[in-house]
């Protein structure tokens, strides 16, 4: 007789659901990836920073317990160090381009 480490009722997809968030955002941060391959880095890192402000935006909003895998920390550390890390890759895509594109 098999014993199952599952909770009873709440199924793979339901659970894969429930982290929304999460794979919004690392949709964007993979599709920000997908264009770094391109060859195009900086619009890549652009792409990654949005996602990350994308992030901070959810965590912000939302509960906690609907937040899942965003919410690592208090809600002030990880929003403060999501916008940090997003607008730097930003700044760092949208800015530097125009300085390496002569």
């Keep these: 007789m098999a014993v199952s480490d599952r909770p009873a009722g709440v199924?793979?997809?339901?659970?894969?659901?429930?982290?929304w968030p999460i794979l919004a955002v690392l949709a964007g941060f993979g599709f920000g990836m997908t264009v770094i391959v391109h060859n195009e880095v900086?619009?890549?890192?652009?792409?990654?920073?949005?996602?990350?402000?994308?992030?901070?935006?959810?965590?912000?909003?939302?509960?906690?317990?609907?937040?899942?895998?965003l919410a690592v920390r208090r809600r002030g550390?990880?929003?403060?160090?999501?916008?940090?890390?997003?607008t730097a890759l930003v700044v760092l895509g949208l800015?530097?381009?125009g300085i390496f594109s002569n």
């Design 11 to 19: 199924s793979f997809g339901r659970r894969v659901l429930a982290e």
């Design 42 to 69: 900086f619009q890549g890192a652009a792409v990654m920073g949005l996602s990350l402000l994308f992030a901070a935006g959810l965590r912000l909003f939302l509960p906690t317990r609907v937040a899942g895998t």
């Design 77 to 86: 550390i990880d929003v403060g160090i999501y916008l940090i890390v997003g």
């Design 95 to 97: 800015l530097v381009q």
